[in-house]
């Protein structure tokens, strides 16, 4: 499976943004997708997962009501809806593919290449 995160850009604090995550592939449906962010000298850290049908959801707590994840197995997408932007929220996001529920990042099986979200204050 191949990841093609997008999405990202420039929003002032208070905006959205959506990210999206395309995967090629024929199994995108097996496998849980998850978010990761890194902020400039910070370490990687997990946003949401979502499972493999969508039924279940898990985020952190600092965004959680603030951000969504969706995916449309159709597609081959996983969307992340981003409101409410904080200064914080600046880092580079990852999208990630996992046939585990919450695992750590080392059991992530393929990662996109990342885009850049920054929040001006």
């Known amino acids: 499976v191949q990841l093609q995160a997008s999405g990202g850009g420039l929003v002032q604090a208070g905006g959205s943004l959506r990210l999206s995550c395309a995967a090629n592939?024929?199994?995108?449906?097996?496998?849980?997708m998850g978010w990761f962010r890194q902020a400039p000298g910070k370490e990687r850290e997990f946003v949401v997962h979502?499972?493999?049908?969508?039924?279940?959801?898990y985020y952190t707590e600092s965004v959680k009501g603030r951000f969504t994840i969706s995916r449309d197995n159709a597609k081959n997408t996983v969307y992340l809806q981003m409101n409410s932007l904080k200064s914080e929220d600046t880092a580079v996001y990852y999208c990630a593919a996992s046939r585990s529920w919450l695992v750590p990042p080392t059991r992530y099986d393929y990662w996109g290449q990342g885009t850049l979200v920054t929040v001006s204050s």
């Open positions: 979502i499972s493999w049908n969508g039924d279940n959801t």
């Open positions: 592939g024929r199994t995108f449906s097996s496998y849980g």
